[in-house]
């Protein structure tokens, strides 16, 4: 054997491997661009039971033509708590059986029907769209070249195999082995597969090598059974670093394609038997058809066995992973997982949604602590004072970190269309850190009031308290439409009630100057003045995300 054909031989098949894989992710990501933050949509909406979420996760993967980035998203969901860890195991679920569409693919398309000679014209229909400026159409075009890119790699791949086939005579001596012939190929099966953190790729591979004979048909069947295991590296990754919740959802996937791979293995000759019966042609003369059938029987089988159990299945978990304690943490810290933000374009934008709905429920619970100090000065402050500083800090530490998030991703070539969302989301960010910052100094004023003794007026503080309530209002109908857009009638709704807290501001600081010119306490009339004028403040930060949030 030359050494220098069997180099030149694994060059051909890397650069092959590689084309195919570029091609893959290049479909999938024009086509989760194209879709944008609609698939959060589409995920909201339909996991409502299990069969919504199992059909959810099949169409999805069918999509993008990835079950690693649909596994991935929905991990990254599960840690935002915008999906649960039941509804996470039938989409999961769905995932492996949506993915099972790429061996279909290239089985019909990729070798008796010579796609590869369309491929040419194709990505150059895919080039014009992509150089056209509007967006939606440039990342369709991206697809449209992805999906050409797939099949010139699955002929050159084919073409590396067919033509050096003697230097991989080892797969021969592999698959005389017998009975422990099938463990081998399993395990070839998910250290490839992990390795190129694709399993529908390593099943395209598995395919053309099958095609050019170079795999019988078990030890095909066996090395996709492996795969299947080897497709979990994906959400054990986004995993990471991530809350308990996502961890689960990431062992749910590790659960389900083991033990789906060890039943299929368990009855491997009774599993290809029933392939051989049901698909059209012998195995040795049609064997692309039939890997791609086994695939999609054992992952529908598995499913099948499963899903009636998805309660059980994810209070396994909860067992297997216990629950930490949810403490508030001192200082902030979110957790940038690189790996799940390079596989979906939406998880950033998700990402961000959650974090400033966590920053809002924070800011309203100060707003309220505030409110209620100027009712009960002393209950506010042997407690409530020490715990708006500590909160305000740790928004400080947010702004600051999201802000960071954003210009990371924009380092990631997220689409100009999410990153001017988030940049949008960054603005609502600044806003609720400079409303606790309002939140603080009034706080210090309420402090400051009661240490110094400077008391305000009865038919003051009557006054002054429902100033607070509009603010409250203004704050609160702001709060149930952060992660909405207002409608024109809303903004006008939200800019009544500005025009309403500037009238009393206006109305409450002439009253202090009047009061101040009659020769009262000159400290606490200065201190009331600066109360009414951090009020009417909140409001404004308030009104400045309705703004935000309006749509255009």
């Known amino acids: 054997m030359n050494f220098g054909n069997v180099i030149f031989a694994l060059f051909n098949f890397a650069g092959s491997l590689c084309l195919l894989l570029f091609g893959m992710k290049l479909m999938s990501d024009g086509i989760q661009k194209s879709a944008g933050a609609r698939i959060q949509g589409v995920l909201g909406f339909m996991t409502k039971n299990r069969f919504l979420g199992l059909l959810t996760g099949c169409i999805l993967t069918m999509v993008i033509q990835s079950s690693g980035v649909t596994t991935v998203m929905v991990v990254s969901f599960v840690n935002a708590a915008l999906m649960t860890l039941e509804q996470s195991v039938a989409v999961i679920f769905g995932a492996n059986i949506g993915t099972t569409v790429t061996a279909w693919i290239v089985s019909l398309f990729g070798f008796d029907f010579k796609v590869s000679a369309f491929a040419i014209p194709i990505f150059a229909l895919g080039y014009i769209l992509s150089v056209i400026r509007h967006h939606r159409y440039a990342n369709m075009g991206l697809a449209v070249m992805g999906f050409s890119l797939l099949f010139i790699a699955l002929g050159w791949l084919s073409e590396a195999i067919s033509l050096n086939s003697e230097n991989m005579s080892f797969l021969t001596k592999i698959q005389a082995l017998g009975f422990w012939s099938y463990p081998i190929a399993v395990c070839i099966g998910i250290v490839a597969t992990a390795l190129i953190h694709s399993s529908s790729a390593m099943t ?57 791979a060890l039943l299929a293995l ?71 997982n690189e790996y799940a933000v390079r596989e979906s374009a939406v998880i950033p934008l998700m990402q961000l949604h959650t974090e400033i709905k966590t920053m809002a429920d924070y800011t309203v619970e100060m707003f309220d602590s505030i409110q209620r100090g100027f009712s009960d000065k002393k209950a506010f402050l042997s407690g409530e004072y020490e715990k708006i500083e500590k909160r305000e800090a740790y928004l400080d530490e947010m702004k600051e970190q999201l802000t960071a998030f954003l210009v990371r991703c924009h380092s990631l ?25 309002e939140c603080l100094s009034l706080a210090v004023y309420i402090k400051r009031a009661e240490e110094k003794n400077l008391s305000v007026p009865k038919e003051d503080k009557e006054r002054l308290l429902p100033y607070i309530e509009l603010v409250r209002q203004l704050l609160y109908f702001v709060y149930r439409h952060i992660g909405d857009e207002l409608t024109t009638s809303q903004h006008d709704f939200a800019n009544s009630l500005e025009e309403m807290i500037d009238s009393e501001r206006t109305e409450l600081k002439r009253l202090a100057r009047h009061r101040l010119e009659q020769g009262k306490n000159v400290k606490a009339e200065l201190l009331y003045i600066d109360i009414v004028r951090k009020i009417e403040k909140m409001g404004d930060n308030c009104f400045s995300i309705a703004g935000i949030i309006t749509r255009r």
């Open 204 to 260: 395209a591979i598995i395919i053309a090598m099958a095609y050019n004979g170079l795999l019988t048909w078990n030890f095909s069947a066996a090395l996709v059974i492996g795969s299947n295991i080897g497709s979990t590296v994906d959400s054990i990754m986004a995993s990471f670093g991530a809350k308990t919740n996502a961890r689960r959802a990431s062992l749910v996937h590790v659960l389900f394609n083991c033990t789906t």
């Open 266 to 336: 368990i009855f491997l000759p009774y599993l290809t038997r029933l392939v051989d019966f049901i698909t059209p042609g012998k195995a040795e003369s049609a064997i692309v058809y039939h890997i791609a059938m086994l695939h999609t029987l054992f992952n529908l089988f598995g499913t099948l066995i499963f899903l009636p159990f998805t309660k059980q299945l994810a209070s396994l978990t909860e067992k297997l992973i216990a629950d930490k304690k949810e403490e508030i943490p001192e200082h902030y810290s979110f957790p940038f």
């Open 413 to 437: 070539e997220v689409t100009e269309e999410l990153f001017s969302q988030m940049q949008t989301l960054i603005s609502i960010v600044e806003e609720l850190e400079n409303l606790s910052d």
